[in-house]
């Protein structure tokens, strides 16, 4: 209770609050990934897949991007503070995420290592987007700054984008520092819609991990 009464009034102080129901199913082709899609006005795409019952805060994220946004994130809270953000952007022909979580407004999230990130089939750079293709570890569940929360299936989760056309600082390092967002705001998305049995979410996660970066 206390932690949804903070998450309301947290998104009452945001500005350009898109809210509405507006996931799609997606199948991609290329990993055989089955999301719950979500695409925001600027073409910038938000995908989530959950297994059907997960204990593990685990989650499969897709990040597709217009080239001229720089960098791109996402709130598990619907919020800046106070959740696991994931924020990720392009570095030559690669794709780098990046774990972050903020204890106040208006400065560059700190790192954040209660969420592990792991990247797979799809992550990359073309002529018109770039994609972050990850498993997260972390990105669910989590107890920051007193509040614990799970993000666990339903059709009123409230996530929320921040991105910018800026490039971060130093793209080839995931601690760069980058300024503040150009555009924000929150949808509500449809996680109900995100799941699938825990045995082809495993077998999603299994055929597509490519391997750690060095
Ligand atoms: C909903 O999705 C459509 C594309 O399917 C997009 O054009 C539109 O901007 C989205 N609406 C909101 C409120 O994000
Ligand atoms: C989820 O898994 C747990 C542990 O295996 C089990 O106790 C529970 O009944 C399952 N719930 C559903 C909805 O399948
Ligand atoms: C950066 O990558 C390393 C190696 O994968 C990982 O241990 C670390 O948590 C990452 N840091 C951030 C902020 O994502
Ligand atoms: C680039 O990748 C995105 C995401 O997969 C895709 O929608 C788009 O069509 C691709 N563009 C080109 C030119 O292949
Ligand atoms: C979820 O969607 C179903 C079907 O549209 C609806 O009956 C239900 O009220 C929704 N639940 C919430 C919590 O919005
Ligand atoms: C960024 O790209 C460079 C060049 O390919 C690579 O060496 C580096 O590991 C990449 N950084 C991350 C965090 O993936
Ligand atoms: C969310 O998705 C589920 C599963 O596809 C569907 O049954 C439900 O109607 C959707 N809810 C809304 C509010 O669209
Ligand atoms: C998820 O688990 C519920 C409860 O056990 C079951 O009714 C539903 O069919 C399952 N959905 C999927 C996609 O496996």
């Not at 947290?10 to 290329?30: D, F, P």
């Not at 899609?37 to 597709?64: C, F, H, K, M, Q």
């Not at 910018?164 to 980058?178: G, H, L």
Request: with cysteine.
């Amino acid at each position: 209770m206390i932690g949804l009464l903070k998450r309301a009034a947290a998104l009452s102080a945001l500005a350009n609050i898109v809210v509405g129901q507006n996931s799609t199913r997606y199948c991609e082709e290329l990993t055989g990934i089955c999301y719950s899609s979500y695409v925001n006005s600027d073409g910038i795409y938000y995908r989530v897949a959950l297994p059907n019952n997960s204990t593990t805060s685990d989650a499969i994220l897709e990040i597709v991007s217009p080239v001229k946004y720089n960098w791109a994130g996402l709130a598990w809270g619907g919020h800046m503070t106070a959740d696991p953000l994931t924020v990720a952007w392009p570095n030559g022909t690669g794709v780098v995420v990046s774990s972050r979580a903020a204890s106040i407004y208006g400065v560059v999230p700190n790192t954040y290592d209660g969420a592990e990130y792991t990247y797979l089939k799809g992550t990359g750079v073309n002529s018109t987007h770039w994609t972050l293709t990850v498993r997260c570890k972390g990105c669910t569940r989590w107890t920051l700054f007193d509040s614990e929360i799970a993000v666990d299936g339903g059709n009123d989760t409230s996530l929320a984008f921040a991105y910018s056309s800026v490039p971060v600082d130093n793209p080839a390092s995931n601690t760069s520092s980058f300024h503040m967002h150009e555009v924000h705001g929150s949808w509500v998305h449809n996680l109900t819609m995100a799941k699938t049995s825990n045995s082809e979410y495993d077998g999603w996660v299994t055929s597509n991990t490519l391997p750690a970066l060095k």
